[in-house]
Nanobody
Framework: QVQLVESGGGLVQPGGSLRLSCAAS????????MGWFRQAPGKEREGVSC????????YYADSVKGRFTISRDNAKNTTYLQMNSLKPEDTAVYYC?????????????????WGQGTQVTVSS
């Protein structure tokens, strides 16, 4: 059973930075992509970023390109989301997720396993 545990959320001022972590366990067999999603109150869950386990290719939503960076440490089975130049509109619960590749990188329906989420609040 795949399990994902996020950490690193919190309150940050506009323009600040946070790094989210997602520790994974229970992988067997397939190549698993790792994705980050977020959901703000009253809004649908949206894809933020994804990294392929096959070739390391990364994907980003237009709203975070140039500000967020996804990476993974395979030895630690941990995926990171470095978030810089944060804006109030980045406020949301952030979830990491994983699914066997190939999958649509920024579409929630492509993922099979989800973490519990971590709150990110950007406010002065």
């Amino acid at each position: 059973q795949v399990q994902l545990v996020e950490s690193g959320g919190g309150l940050v001022q506009p323009g600040g930075s946070l790094r989210l972590s997602c520790a994974a366990s229970g992988f067997t067999g397939h190549y698993y992509a790792m994705g980050w999603f977020r959901q703000a109150p009253g809004k649908e869950r949206e894809g933020v970023s994804c990294i392929s386990s096959i070739d390391g290719r990364t994907y980003y939503a237009d709203s975070v390109k140039g500000r967020f960076t996804i990476s993974r440490d395979n030895a630690k089975n941990t995926t990171y989301l470095q978030m810089n130049s944060l804006k109030p509109e980045d406020t949301a619960v952030y979830y990491c997720a994983t699914g066997a590749e190939p999958l649509p990188p920024l579409t929630p329906e492509g993922y099979d396993y989800w973490g519990q989420g971590t709150q990110v609040t950007v406010s002065s």
